[in-house]
């Protein structure tokens, strides 16, 4: 059974973290897309992040448009999608839970959840957390991942002790070795669970 994955990059763009990430991904066996959701566009400091980010209101829809387009494409060429997904990328893997559930198998989720509204996901959920996030409240990840486990959905939250934003991504200062590995010993069981093993 073949297994695709879709990575969506955080607001520095797709930069070298990703790609990288995807290599390493597709010599486990996966066949990986990375969508470019700034069009080339790659930020170095957080205020030319911000400055990439600024229109994402007016562009959401083209955006959400382009993942969409990915699962899409994606899922003609293998039997089973997940989606990996860093900050600014999670709410689109998690619109995609919601409106493609039909099409994607799992979700793993680094620094970010989406809101449990009626419509949340169907689509099983792994959350990768720092523990001093100064962008996304664990409080409140902890709290959708309750209500949303008392509703049936599969969705797990794990928190990583003394780490910061970012703690996943190499070039970053926050990256955190030991808790990346940690991460993705738990996200590889998570994908093999959902897509099938490798």
Not at 44 to 60: F, H, P, R, V
Not at 119 to 132: I, K, Q, R, W
Not at 145 to 170: N, Q, S
């Amino acid at each position: 059974m073949s297994a695709g994955l879709i990575l969506l990059h955080a607001w520095w763009g797709l930069n070298d973290d990703v790609r990288r990430r995807g290599e390493a991904l597709r010599k486990e066996g996966y066949t990986v897309v990375t969508p470019d959701l700034f069009g080339g566009r790659v930020a170095m400091t957080i205020d030319e992040a911000k400055a990439l980010t600024k229109g994402e209101q007016e562009n959401e829809a083209a955006l959400t448009k382009m993942v969409d387009d990915a699962v899409s494409d994606l899922g003609k060429k293998v039997d089973r999608v997940g989606i990996v997904a860093w900050s600014f990328g999670v709410w689109y893997a998690w619109k995609m839970g919601i409106s493609r559930a039909d099409n994607v198998r799992g979700l793993v989720l680094f620094y970010g959840i989406g809101p449990n509204e009626p419509d949340a996901p169907t689509t099983p959920v792994l959350a990768h957390y720092a523990e001093h996030d100064e962008f996304e409240d664990i409080g409140f990840a902890r709290t959708v991942e309750k209500e949303m486990t008392a509703t049936g959905h599969d969705i797990r939250v794990e928190l990583y002790p003394g780490t910061k934003h970012w703690f996943d991504e190499p070039s970053r200062p926050e990256y955190d070795k030991k808790a990346s590995e940690l991460a993705w010993e738990r996200s590889r069981s998570f994908l093999r669970k959902h897509l099938g093993s490798r």
